[in-house]
């Protein structure tokens, strides 16, 4: 049985600048008999991963590929099948003085997307890179006004990154020109992060840090209509924080979107109108698989409702405070990872945990992502690893 010592975890993992407790609690696993063994198909690593920075280099897969990355600026195609290394390349630039290093730290950190031939990934440096999908080729990079630390989107014939700054940008695939921008508001204290955009029926949906939904007119970046997810209360400036940092989900006739300190909320894609709202409260991503909305909290209490009402089918309360990752599902079981390199499996239709498989110690960040029948998962230390659920 694992133990660890965390202090005031919750809230530095949420990213906030400058955040330190003194309280200490001390988490025990708890014990569960494996029903199941994780069988590890193949694993590879990529560079030095992301170590204890925030990155969120979720992995990207198209057809026989996974892409992943590295935070100092290596990117690789391996083989989905068998995890040959297809391609490796090295984003990082020359610094240009003898004195320094000859190469710099890219500080990757939004992405993978994968979209028109060609993989993008955003920078902290304020760098947006598109890389040939076939050869790993840089084939432009664009320098951008603020910090990209979320996946682009794709759709309409264009790519859009939100960026820390609050400016969305659209973007000419194949050359990075700039079409449009949208300047959002920024709290003076907000999450380190920002939302995915999400790009439907002719409409860029992105979560601001306001606490609201934002849906813009693909083409132009006009503003369609904005719905409160979540209002500021509480006394001091960290209750206050409504960040909607997560991916906003497209599903039916409902666009549905979580903040912290707030909602999760389904919305009307046409009217912006709250179909319906329910007291959670996240910054990790979210699952919509069926009829069925699987979120972790930001406790890491996970939660099971249905898509059309919101009610709670289940909940799971034994991984609270383990600071685990979104919910990532897999047939007929649902898998998140923790900060100790545990992946758990739970069971989608009751919530009871029914089996767990060590990993790299350096622990999980991102989800995992679903890759036909199997797993891919990524460490901090950048070990990748494709699974089944044997």
């Known amino acids: 049985m694992k133990k660890v010592t965390l202090a005031g975890i919750a809230l530095c993992m949420a990213s906030l600048v400058g955040c330190s407790s003194s309280d200490e609690e001390e988490l025990v696993l708890p014990e569960i008999n494996n029903q199941f063994e994780t069988q590890v198909i193949w694993q590879e690593s990529v560079g030095d991963g992301v170590a204890h920075y925030f990155s969120r280099l979720q992995p990207a897969y198209y057809k026989d590929s996974v892409y992943v990355a590295s935070r100092d600026g290596e990117v690789e195609a391996l083989s989905l099948e068998d995890g040959d290394t297809l ?3 090295d984003v990082r630039e020359d610094s240009g003085f003898w ?3 000859s190469e710099e730290n890219a500080k990757l950190s939004g992405g993978i997307l994968q979209a028109y031939g060609k993989l993008f990934i955003g920078s902290e440096h304020g760098q947006l890179i598109a890389l040939d999908r076939d050869t790993g080729e840089v084939v432009w990079r664009k320098s951008v006004p603020g910090e990209a630390l979320s996946k682009p989107a794709a759709g ?3 790519v859009y990154i939100n960026l820390a700054s609050g400016l969305l940008l659209a973007l000419h695939p194949d050359t990075g020109e700039e079409r449009w921008r949208y300047e959002q508001e ?9 939302s995915a955009p999400t790009v439907a029926n002719g409409g860029v949906l992105v979560g601001e840090e ?3 939904l934002s849906v813009l007119i693909s083409d132009s970046g006009f503003a369609a209509w904005q719905a409160e997810i979540a209002q500021p209360k509480g006394a001091s400036e960290f209750e206050r924080l409504v960040d909607v940092d997560t991916e906003p989900k497209v599903s039916g006739a409902n666009v549905y979107t979580l903040a912290y300190n707030g909602n999760l909320a389904a919305v009307d894609i046409r009217s912006g109108n709250v179909v319906w709202k329910r007291e959670y409260s996240s910054y990790r991503e979210f699952s919509i698989v069926g009829g069925t909305i699987y979120v972790v909290d930001s406790d890491g209490v996970i939660y099971a409702l249905d898509k059309n009402s919101g009610i709670e089918r289940w909940s799971q309360a034994a991984l609270r405070g383990w ?11 649902l898998a998140v990872g923790d900060q100790e390199g545990n992946l758990h ?9 029914v089996s767990r498989h060590e990993f790299d110690g350096s622990g999980f960040f991102v989800e995992p992502i679903v890759a036909d029948d199997r797993l891919i998962v990524i460490t901090r230390d ?9």
């Open 186 to 194: 920024v709290p003076p204290l907000t999450l380190r992060g920002s």
């Open 345 to 353: 499996w739970l069971d989608i239709n009751s919530g009871e945990l």
């Open 210 to 212: 306001t606490g609201k």
């Open 323 to 333: 600071y685990i990752t979104g919910p990532a599902v897999l047939g007929n079981y």
């Open 99 to 101: 004195f320094l290093s």
């Open 156 to 158: 309409d014939g264009l």
């Open 382 to 390: 950048g070990e990748v690893s494709a699974i089944k659920a044997q």
């Open 87 to 89: 391609w490796r390349t």
